[in-house]
Structures are given as structure tokens and as C-alpha cells.
């Protein structure tokens, strides 16, 4: 098992490029794959994550060419298209595949059956379950079909509203793509507005989109043709290095292309509240997601709080938020992030625990933390990553800031998302 040990580090410099959008490169599989015609997606993240999305629907008989790393093509099979998996589809670590899977599968005319890594397979998947069984899909598995593996034997679906409890672009996802394979118009309406990449790349594909607020629908039986993707670099990779940046005196660091859409852009929402220094550089507009490069230098950080609407939009950046408010000026309260509890690991107690090993104070609440800055962080103790990929790079980057030198163990699971973090953490 990789661990990482890292040694303190300041007047972190450089322009780097991180890797593709985790989210958009496994929608552009998928929907690539349903559409008709050849979709060509560069900047594809190869990460652990979407390579098993790619390899489901290679499975599935989706043919794949490669032009070098970051650039594929999918020969799309259409709607209707895909052929009956051999064997189990393996998702490893990934929630997004599963149960944007979920919804595909529910509507095909064949049987199948995915699992996951001890990860997933201990992650809810009844929030998915339940409103396809709704549509008419059969899914079987443990706990009333809420633990992976699961069992899919497609149905014909019926078209469905759905009143989402949880801000969730998963759940949003998974019944809009169930919705491509329903009779009429499936909708979903959420309680708060979560990243919306779906519905722009179904939209950008052919299909009928509306959204109205916090409710999408979609029209059943769209006919979607192929397209150009232009992956933009993953904010929530680009967050570990803003932060580095940030708290690290006599830094400044260019990341170039990183995806700012507005359902994603919570992390600079809340930077610009804690009163960050950095700038954001030919903006611009990329197959419907506006992008830009963004410029950041060290600079002292005022404590805010952190919750309510702004939390979708930045879940995955909370654990490296986390270690920015250890050195922010007063009381960080981080909160309405319960969602946290359920992610590859509960990342709510994960950081509590290891941000305390490395000598921080820390109060863990139900559905957050509150964190007293700015505080030393001691370093000296040898950390854990709970196979949790954010963890493990949150944690790397508050190492670069104590007093010692700091050891991670566990960090395989960093490629999930992030392939090359150690390269560029050692470039800059
Ligand atoms: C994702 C949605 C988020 C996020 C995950 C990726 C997506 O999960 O945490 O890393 O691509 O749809 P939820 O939608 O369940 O909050």
C-alpha cells in the first residue's frame, strides 16, 4: 500500500494543469455511449473512478478508441443499443457510477448485476432504489436493495415526479437517465440546487431539458447524437492546491482551465467570504461550462461560517475547507453537511480524527465541525487516509504546513481521482 510522507514546505510556485472533471467525465462516457455517432472527449480524467465506468460500458458493448491519455472516443450504440454484460460490472470506489448506472440499467431489456469495492457496497443506495422502484424498475440486493451488489432485470419504466429528499446530483442524475428510458416526462425536484453537469450534457446531446428552479425534466426517448467534450480540470482536484496555496507564506500558484460552473463554485464563494487572495483569468465558455484559470497567492484567511444552500456546491471540497480553517482568523462552524457521513468514508469523523492526531482542536458535530483558528498544526504522527481519496490529499496538504514531517498511509486511493497529485505536489 503507497503511503505518503511529507516533509513541511512553503513558497509552494509553478502553473499547473490538474485533471479532467471527475463528474463530467463520467457523464460524457455515459451519455456518449446512449448517443448515436462517435463522441470524442479530451481532458478525459483516467482515474480509477471513470476508468470503471468505461470499462461497464465496454462491457456492455460500447467500443473505445484511444488517442493518448486524456483523449478517447466512444462509438455510441444509441438508446437503445447496449447488450446484455457477461459478468459483474465492477464500479470499485465509485458512488457516481453506480447509481447513475442505477438508472440506465433499470430501463434495459436485460439482467445485471454491479458491485463495488467494501467502500461501496457499504454506501446508501435506497435513495436510488426506491424512486426507480417507483418507475417500475426490479432491483434486488441487501437491505431491501440499499447495500451493492445489485441485482437489475430492466423494465419497461413509467414516466415519474420526484420530490428528492437530499440535494443530490446522483440522485438527481440517476432518475433523469431512468427518465431517458420512461414514457413522457420524468422530473425531478430538489431541495436545493446540486450540480447540474447531467443536465447540461443531455441538453448538449439532443435531449428535451427544462429546468424551472430547483425542478429538471426530461422528455423519454430523446434522439442523441454524438459530440466534441472538452473535459475542463476538476475544481475539487484544483481545491487541494488553492488551499496549499493559500496557507503556505510566500506562495503562488496558477491552475490553469478549472471548470467554474455555478454549481460547483462554492469553495471560491466561500474563499472570497474568508477573504483569499486570488483572481480568476480568461474566463470563458467550453461545451456549456464556463471555465478559467485562477491565479492564487498565500494570504491570511478570515474564519466564516459554512452552510445551508452553499453545501451541495462545495461537498466535496469540505474535508480540504477543513484544514484552510485551522488557519483562519476565528470560528470556522462548518454545518447542514451530514451528507458528509456518507461519502467514501464518513469524512466528518475522518478529518475530526486526523486533523486531532496532528494537534488540532476540533469539535465534531452531527452535521459538521467547528474549528478555532489560526492553530498550529504539529505534525509527527502518522495519519490515515480510510482509503478515503480526499481525506488522504486534505491531509497531504496540511503536512505541508506543520511543524514535522507527517506520514498518510493508505494512499492508493488518491488514484481514483486524482492520478498524478504527488507529481504536481512535487513539481510545485
Ligand atoms: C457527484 C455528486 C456528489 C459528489 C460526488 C460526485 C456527481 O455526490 O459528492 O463526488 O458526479 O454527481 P452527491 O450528489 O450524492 O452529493
Known amino acids: 500500500m503507497m503511503e505518503l510522507k511529507i516533509k513541511p514546505k ?23 455511449s446512449l448517443a448515436r455517432g462517435k463522441t470524442r472527449i479530451s481532458g478525459f480524467l483516467t482515474g480509477e473512478d471513470c476508468l470503471n465506468t468505461l470499462r461497464a460500458f465496454q462491457q456492455m458493448g460500447v467500443e473505445v478508441e484511444n488517442f493518448g491519455a486524456e483523449e478517447i472516443v466512444i462509438k455510441g450504440v444509441g438508446l437503445e443499443g447496449l447488450s446484455e454484460p457477461e459478468s459483474v ?27 463495488g469495492d467494501e467502500s461501496l457496497n457499504q454506501r446508501p443506495m435506497a435513495r436510488v432504489t426506491d424512486p426507480l422502484s ?5 432491483i434486488w440486493g441487501r437491505d431491501n436493495a440499499n447495500l451493492a451488489p445489485l441485482t437489475v432485470i430492466g423494465q419497461q419504466l413509467s ?15 440517476c432518475i433523469l437517465l431512468a427518465g431517458l428510458y420512461a414514457q413522457g416526462v420524468t422530473r425531478v425536484i430538489e431541495p436545493a440546487q446540486s450540480r447540474d453537469h447531467t443536465e447540461r450534457m443531455l441538453e448538449y446531446f439532443g435531449a428535451e431539458v427544462e429546468v424551472d428552479g430547483l425542478e429538471v425534466s426530461v422528455k423519454a426517448k430523446p434522439k442523441l447524437e454524438g459530440q466534441e467534450v472538452v473535459v475542463p480540470s476538476d475544481i475539487s482536484s484544483a481545491a487541494f492546491f488553492i488551499v496549499a496555496a493559500l496557507i503556505n507564506s510566500d506562495s503562488e500558484l496558477v491552475l490553469s482551465n478549472v471548470g467554474l460552473n455555478p454549481t460547483r463554485d462554492g469553495l471560491l464563494e466561500i474563499l472570497t467570504k474568508m477573504e483569499a487572495d486570488y483572481e480568476l483569468l480568461e474566463q470563458r465558455l467550453v461545451n456549456q461550462e464556463p471555465i478559467a484559470d485562477l491565479k492564487v497567492n498565500s494570504s491570511p484567511l ?11 456546491k462545495l461537498i466535496d471540497e469540505i474535508p480540504i475547507l477543513a484544514v484552510a480553517a485551522t488557519q483562519a482568523e476565528g470560528t470556522t462552524v462548518i454545518k447542514d453537511a ?8 464518513d469524512r466528518i469523523s475522518a478529518m475530526v480524527k ?17 474549528i478555532e483558528g489560526p492553530q498550529k498544526i504539529k505534525g509527527g504522527a502518522e495519519c490515515r487516509s480510510y482509503g478515503d481519496h480526499r481525506i488522504a490529499m486534505s491531509l497531504a496538504v496540511a503536512a ?9 498511509k493508505n494512499c492508493d486511493c488518491i488514484k481514483t481521482s486524482f492520478p498524478n497529485f504527488t507529481d504536481l505536489l512535487e513539481q510545485i
Open 10 to 32: 512553503s513558497g509552494l510556485k509553478g502553473q499547473i494543469k490538474v485533471p479532467g472533471d471527475k463528474s463530467i467525465s463520467h457523464r460524457s462516457v455515459m451519455i456518449g
Open 134 to 138: 417507483e418507475m417500475g424498475a426490479k
Open 354 to 370: 486526523e486533523l486531532r492526531k496532528l494537534g488540532v482542536e476540533i469539535e465534531e458535530r452531527e452535521d459538521g465541525m467547528i
Open 302 to 312: 478570515k474564519a466564516v461560517e459554512i452552510g445551508g444552500a452553499v453545501i451541495p
Open 338 to 345: 451530514e451528507e458528509l457521513r456518507v461519502k467514501e468514508t
Open 159 to 173: 414516466s415519474f415526479s420526484y420530490n428528492s429528499p437530499v440535494a443530490s446530483a446522483q440522485v438527481k442524475s
Open 400 to 408: 505541508l504546513i506543520a511543524e514535522e514531517e507527517v506520514v498518510i
Open 89 to 115: 460490472l465492477d464500479l470499485g470506489n465509485s458512488g457516481t457510477a453506480m447509481r447513475l448506472l442505477l438508472g440506465i440499467l433499470a430501463g434495459q431489456d436485460f439482467y445485471s448485476v454491479l458491485t
